[in-house]
């Protein structure tokens, strides 16, 4: 009878002495991870902070580095975590090496993504702020707002923001429309066979020159590239500035037509050919 008791006894000492052993480790383990979060966060904010300082890093590897600050101060965090607890972290780092291979087999997808970011960052095919278009199966433009290792976050020209993921951008062809500091406007202009084309070319430079938005490098030309029927087509070419491309494409054909009609010479047709209607960044 008296085994019993004394066996209880023997539990609840070694019991008591592996919770005055551990227990302390346990909370000194637990403000090591709170702590370890909240300095996580802070060199996360402390990397931006200075690479936005020096102004030498740029912007578009900004959040991907700050996020890197941030990973590599919890992974750190976790592990002097366990150390404090009593865990074997060299057996625990080989462990959680084989389950990254198992993990990492069953997240091809995120790890394409990753792969992708990567080389986004390190060729730089675009930057915060450019308007891109992505010719893919579903094609998608918009402004780039922020480059990540698994994503890109997109704003289209009406206010939609597309997450976009990394691999889905590396894969297809991209077409950027911020990275040249100018933009080719095309359009053909009709006309009756007895007008004065002399004179009408003169108006359409004039009238070309004067619209805002209208950079005067390369300078703009007129020329007749068609004659059908004694009826000539002049072609119209003008380089603008990326940032007010859309406005030069939305009002450039009204603008040379209210030119010509006051001059008493109203053109047949008015066409633009570049960009194609297809072109984005018509709506910006």
């Keep these: 009878m008296t085994a019993v008791p004394t066996f209880l006894n023997r539990v609840s000492e070694l019991a008591w002495a592996i919770a005055e052993t551990l227990v302390p480790r346990l909370i000194i383990a637990v403000i090591i991870l709170v702590a370890g979060a909240l300095v996580a966060q802070w060199a996360a904010r402390a990397v931006g902070a200075a690479m936005s300082d020096t102004g030498r890093i740029d912007e578009t590897a900004r959040p991907a580095l700050a996020s890197a600050a941030r990973y590599s101060v919890l992974i750190v965090t976790f592990v002097v975590a366990l150390s404090q607890i009593g865990v074997q972290t060299a057996s625990l780092l080989a462990a959680l090496g084989a389950a990254g291979l198992a993990i990492?087999?069953?997240?091809?997808?995120?790890?394409?993504?990753?792969?992708?970011?990567?080389?986004?960052?390190?060729?730089?095919?675009?930057?915060?702020?450019?308007?891109?278009?992505?010719?893919s199966g579903t094609p998608f433009a918009g402004t780039v707002k922020e480059i990540g290792l698994f994503a890109c976050l997109l704003e289209t020209y009406d206010g939609l923001f597309v997450f976009a993921?990394?691999?889905?951008?590396?894969?297809?062809?991209?077409?950027?429309h911020s990275r040249n500091t100018g933009r080719?406007?095309?359009?053909?202009?009709?006309?009756?066979?007895?007008?004065?084309?002399?004179?009408?070319?003169?108006?359409?430079?004039?009238?070309?020159?004067?619209?805002?938005?209208?950079?005067?490098?390369?300078?703009?030309?007129?020329?007749?590239?068609n004659v059908n029927a004694g009826a000539p087509l002049a072609t119209c070419r003008l380089w603008a500035a990326h940032e007010g491309i859309g406005t030069v494409q939305r009002t450039m054909l009204d603008a040379a037509r209210r030119a010509l009609e006051a001059a008493d010479l109203p053109p047949t047709q008015l066409i633009r050919t570049v960009p194609a209607d297809t072109d984005p960044s018509r709506l910006l």
Excluded at 165 to 176: A, E, K, Y
């Design 165 to 176: 993921p990394n691999s889905s951008i590396w894969t297809f062809p991209l077409r950027n």
């Design 104 to 135: 990492g087999l069953a997240l091809q997808g995120t790890l394409a993504n990753i792969a992708a970011g990567i080389m986004l960052l390190w060729l730089r095919p675009f930057r915060v702020g450019d308007y891109i278009e992505i010719v």
């Design 184 to 225: 080719l406007v095309s359009f053909n202009v009709g006309f009756a066979p007895s007008v004065d084309m002399d004179r009408a070319k003169a108006i359409l430079l004039k009238a070309i020159g004067e619209h805002p938005g209208v950079r005067t490098g390369p300078p703009p030309e007129v020329f007749i590239d």
